[in-house]
């Protein structure tokens, strides 16, 4: 999917569709699941009615484990709702699968269950801090055993190196070991983003220029406005706030979306 795009010189605009909370996690309410497959389902079509390249679909349970593992029932759920967004949109639009924040392994499960096309992974390789105590590890090891055990291997792995999720300052040396590390563990894609844009397209271009054919995706930070400068060296983006209208979770606005898109195409 990912180096598929980079070689076809395609930018993959992909929306973020968040849901309520999961069955099993503390602040779920009754109808939040209900809830959820009706909003990722209008989000998903207003991401394609709109022009986007796909989605992808978020757990958010606003507090999440640090290690990879997830209850069965957040697994089961987020088959269910990408099943019918999936049955939702055309063949074409490309579909992700996120048990945030790091639960890889069950992510694959879900992806594999479906046919989706990625996941998402906060921590590959490496290691960040989460805002809810303790530290992520990665460990590629048991996903990469873990994919090819359930024939996953079809299903692209984006890998955050810097961003929202994997903290740490700029640092082109560290930066690069970091992409060294994920293209070792067969990383499809690597995620990048600064909400200073200078260094956001100064990462682009330190990637760009060790790793040529590596495809490097946006994980924020863009809008309508700076959408043709930050995307101008990456083979796209992850799009939230933007897409809601600044109302984070609140709904993907289609017009919004085919204003970026428009701007994405003139690039």
């Not at 069950?106 to 921590?123: E, G, H, I, Y």
């Not at 060294?180 to 100064?202: P, Y």
């Not at 060296?233 to 809601?244: H, I, P, S, T």
Request: with cysteine; net charge negative; aromatic share 6%.
């Amino acid at each position: 999917m990912f180096r598929e795009a980079h070689a076809n010189n395609e930018k993959l605009i992909l929306g973020l569709i968040h849901l309520r909370p999961m069955p099993g996690t503390p602040f779920y309410q009754e109808g939040d699941y209900e809830a959820s497959i009706k909003k990722a389902v209008k989000d998903a079509k207003a991401l394609e009615n709109g022009g986007a390249s796909g989605c992808l679909i978020q757990t958010v349970d606003k507090v999440y484990p640090t290690g990879d593992d997830s209850d069965y029932v957040r697994a089961a759920c987020l088959s269910v709702i990408a099943s019918e967004v999936k049955k939702a949109v055309g063949p074409d639009f490309k579909i992700g699968v996120q048990l945030m924040w790091n639960c890889i392994t069950p992510s694959l499960a879900v992806a594999k269950s479906v046919q989706a096309d990625f996941t998402r992974c906060t921590a590959l390789v490496g290691q960040t801090a989460s805002p809810f105590g303790g530290v992520i590890n990665a460990d590629p090891l048991k996903v990469l055993e873990y994919r090819k055990k359930i024939d996953a291997e079809s299903v692209n792995l984006l890998a955050e190196i810097a961003g929202y999720h994997f903290h740490g300052g700029y640092d082109k040396e560290a930066l690069l070991s970091r992409v060294a590390s994920a293209v070792m563990v067969r990383a499809d894609a690597v995620e990048i983003m600064s909400k200073d844009e200078e260094i956001n397209n100064r990462m682009e271009q330190d990637i760009r220029g060790a790793y040529p054919d590596l495809p490097i995706i946006l994980g924020g930070g863009t809008d309508v406005a700076s959408a043709r400068s930050r995307l101008r060296n990456a083979d796209g983006a992850l799009v939230g706030r933007c897409f809601e209208g600044e109302n984070w979770g609140e709904g993907i606005d289609e017009s919004i979306v085919a204003a970026y898109m428009k701007e994405v195409r003139s690039i």
